[in-house]
């Protein structure tokens, strides 16, 4: 048996040198497949990443130089070529904001609010309900220990809804908060049938309040960084609208910190980049917004500035439960034909002009009803079936975010393939750089172009870095024929409410400015939709907040339309999405284009029939 141990021993280090060759060849094979990947032609460039502890980058990175130099001829934006070189001093973020972490102005913090205690109920039930009646539901708020919150704040969803029929709708007048525990939704019953009450605490009154002071005071949650390049070389550096976010210590010191101010001369849009050494400020080629890097950064200052109970509080979305009914059965008794809705007085036609944000009486901008959108503010034209016939001889700007782009793809596929052609359409430029389409059949054109910083885009070329003022201040105009499409919002939640809306009123000002020489040209702002909520910053309540602004800075304005997505995604049946299912963006291009041919057109041939868009809407 002794003699046999050298033989044995002998075999396992063969075996595990066969093993480590294997693994060293295909070692090889994979960074072959991924040099191969990245360029199969050009030249490498080396780029950092930002390390924690330093203002600059130590980790080398591969990056194609022929897939920079595609964008070097494009004209540089203003922001960039006015750049200048700032230095200052920056105290941590820790002694800015105190610790622990801006704690509540009042010592007495109640217990949060627990879906699993709180419940809802009908306000006098009846056994059947006729069509037009109100429906009027309480909410009561309790905490774990099955306690009355004795105050208001808590942030629900609530709706009507039957699947069956693909209907639903939201309160009328929203929500009202009693400001004791106890909560107040009123419906018209607008359809007949089976219609089931959901009621969902999105964030209890205790999380509102900690994503409030996360909003207003800490940015630096989302993390920028900014590529420099001179030559073959390059350097990664942490950017952001602030300085506050640029921390080389944890210490109770300050630091003094060279930056590149990147400041819109025109806007006056703030972004600062650290300023690496050797590099001057015009070098800056990318912006990085969305990458795993980052997410730690931005992660590490949550960590280490809101508490673990604190960011305890901000959960998953969770039902409440019904203390009686939660299904009620809606009848016709004055009719003997099936009604899909009130009968009201007759909405005037959807028209542009001084459009009031008022949506209407009820204070409900609409309802579903078999999956199509019916809006109560104004009297709308089907165009499900016939985009094509409205945008004829139309030039249209996109404007804006992935949202606004959805619409821009959806109109795009509506056309037969050989009757539209991409004219400019980058490697990157689906996503954040300029992307035009012209057809001379319909003799249109359509170009798309992402809003200027912050945007959380994962690698774009500063060039294409534009902001939306700049663009409208810009772009060729054709009175009637050319129209504006807008939409900012998803990437500005890291932002406090002061700083959208100085962002709205730099665009606002720049409407003003176009309607100077073409006062009749109309302008679509689409709100923001809601989104998954699936961390600390993809909250819906920042996105309602934000849409409150908008509301605030962009109605009363001649020949601007706002569309209210918002109520078009909180109660579909498709659920959250930042990116809404194609049933609901036709519906909201749908209306968008009431506006602008609000007596309809000739029916135009589309890529999609009728049938097909039944299929789709019952699917």
Known sequence: MAGSRPSCNLMMLQSRKVVLQYSLLFLGVMVVICIMSIDSIGQFTHLVFHDRNTTESIIPILLSQSHISVFHDR????WLTNST????????????FGWPFLQPQSKVVSLPTDANYSYFQIINPKRFYNICDILEIQIFAK????????????????????????????????????????????????????????????????????LRR???YLPARQAFDGIFRRGNNAKRVPCHVTPLMFVKSWENTSTEVEFCNFTDPVTRSPWYCTKPKYFPCSSYSHHAGSETCQHQRGNEVLFRLVSISDRSLIGQPVALNSSGRSLIKVGNLTSHLASSSCLSKTLSQCNMGKIRNAESETGLPGYYYNNTWTSLKCRTTEYRDNILGCLRNKTMYFLGDSTIRQWFIFIIEQFEQHKLQSVIKDDMGFRMGKDSWKSQEYNLSMHYHHHGFPNRISLVPTTDVHYVANMIDSLSSHGTNTVYFISTGAHFTITNLDFYRNRLRGIKDAIYRLHEHSPDMPIIIKSANTREPTSTD???????????????????????????????????????????????????????????????RKKEKSKKNAKNRHLKNNS
């Open 75 to 78: 004209k540089p934006p203003t």
């Open 85 to 96: 070189v700032v230095r200052i001093h920056v105290p941590p973020l820790r002694k800015v």
């Open 143 to 210: 905490n774990k220990r099955n306690v009355m919150k004795s105050h208001g704040g808590d942030y629900f969803f609530v709706r009507i809804h039957s699947p069956d029929l693909q209907a639903s709708a939201n309160p009328d007048g929203g929500i009202i908060d009693h400001q004791n525990g106890s909560y107040t939704a009123r419906f018209k019953l607008r359809w007949t049938g089976h219609v089931q009450i959901t009621v969902t605490l999105m964030h209890s009154s205790e999380a509102v309040s900690v």
């Open 214 to 216: 996360m909003r207003d």
């Open 538 to 600: 993809r909250s819906n309540w920042y996105h309602e907040e934000l849409n409150t602004v908008l509301y605030e800075e962009m109605s009363g304005i001649p020949n601007v339309v706002l569309v209210d997505v918002w109520n078009m995604t909180t109660g579909h049946s498709s659920g959250w999405n930042i990116h809404p299912t194609n049933s609901v963006i036709e519906n909201e291009i749908s209306l968008a284009l009431s506006f602008i041919c609000p007596k309809g």
